[in-house]
């Protein structure tokens, strides 16, 4: 499998996917793609909307996508497409709209086949098991918790040390900690903004300047950054 799993689309101050796109032009390569993209996260605005905004990034470097709504057959849309690219957004739409749509089976199917999948917050959220370790609320019925299960582990986007001075409320890391309770066996990646994991030759890896914290039952949290082995994680 091929895959670029971004934490988040834009840092402050920066355009729209642009932190990334180095990475995303070398994960694409030299060739124009025009990669099938999934804009069923978002909930405030349109799905023409986040195609163009997604193309005036990726026109950039010489790719482009083309919005999964335009086709008659949704499922015969993933079969043919050259790479499939999922947008951030709210997880609990994304989810609903993918079993609606019957697409977590073809997608899965696609991508270990070797077609690239790139994704950003809840569509690095979506490669997972399950999204269960979404920041998002759960503003719809999804229809069942599974995801399309790329990899083997979680990943909690945009993930934050603490929370902001004055709320009283649980940090992030004891609500992990809370979802580890229930699913003990399973490791929870905390990709901090501005990070991506990319697996490319069965070779998983880190990319950004932050480090990311890594989650098990029964261990201490601990960091690992750029460099670092993260192998363990493709284990089943």
Avoid at 14 to 38: H, S, T, W
Avoid at 69 to 94: C, D, M, R, S, Y
Wanted: glycine content about 8%; hydrophobic content about 35%.
């Amino acid at each position: 499998m091929k895959l670029l799993l971004l934490s988040n689309s834009t840092m402050p101050g920066e355009p729209y996917l642009g932190y990334p796109q180095k990475q995303i032009q070398q994960f694409l390569g030299d060739r124009k793609v025009k990669a099938l993209f999934i804009p069923y996260a978002a909930v405030s605005f349109s799905f023409d909307e986040y195609e163009q905004k997604v193309n005036e990034s990726l026109q950039e470097i010489g790719h482009e996508v083309v919005g999964i709504h335009h086709f008659k057959n949704p499922v015969k849309a993933v079969e043919e497409a050259t790479a499939i690219v999922i947008g951030g957004g709210n997880t609990w739409q994304l989810v609903r709209m993918l079993h609606d749509q019957d697409l977590m089976d073809p997608i899965r199917e696609k991508v270990k086949a070797g077609t690239p999948y790139m994704g950003w917050s809840a569509g690095s959220n979506v490669a997972c098991p399950s999204l269960r370790t979404t920041n998002d609320m759960p503003i719809i019925d999804p229809k069942g918790f599974n995801t399309i299960n790329l990899v083997s582990f979680q990943i909690n986007p945009h993930y934050l040390d603490a929370n902001p001075e004055g709320h009283g409320g649980e940090t992030r890391e004891q609500r992990i900690s809370e979802f580890l309770e229930i699913n003990p066996n399973v490791y929870v990646v905390g990709l901090r903004e501005g990070t991506m994991l990319k697996l490319e030759d069965n070779k998983l890896e880190l990319i950004g300047k932050r480090s990311t914290r890594i989650f098990i039952q029964g261990e201490t949290p601990y960091e690992l950054k750029a460099g670092d082995d993260f192998s363990f994680l493709l284990k089943e």
